[in-house]
């Protein structure tokens, strides 16, 4: 897949969301856990994640602008993994 379709605030992907502080002045009242989340293959609730067996709808702008993900992008980068994702499905 094209290496820059994934956003830095991706989950071990260079570092918290933007606006994440570890001083937040309102941390948790009680302690919190996570849990993993299984996604199914045929998941088409529309988050970033449920597109991971249908990449091809990444070329969909209607897609891209529904996840905000990818407004933390720098500028360029979104046109260059589109037009790298095109070229991997097509080859």
Do not use: K, N
Not at 1 to 21: D, K, N, S
Request: aromatic fraction near 6%.
């Amino acid at each position: 897949m094209a290496e820059g379709l994934r956003p830095r605030a991706e989950a071990g992907g260079g570092g918290p969301l933007p606006g994440h502080q570890d001083d937040h002045p309102c941390p948790p009242t009680r302690p919190t856990d996570a849990h993993p989340v299984l996604i199914p293959i045929d998941c088409g609730d529309g988050f970033t994640e449920a597109f991971y067996a249908c990449p091809e709808s990444y070329l969909d702008p209607a897609v891209r602008r529904a996840e905000s993900a990818w407004t933390f992008l720098e500028p360029g980068v979104e046109e260059r993994a589109m037009t790298e994702l095109a070229a991997d499905l097509a080859s």
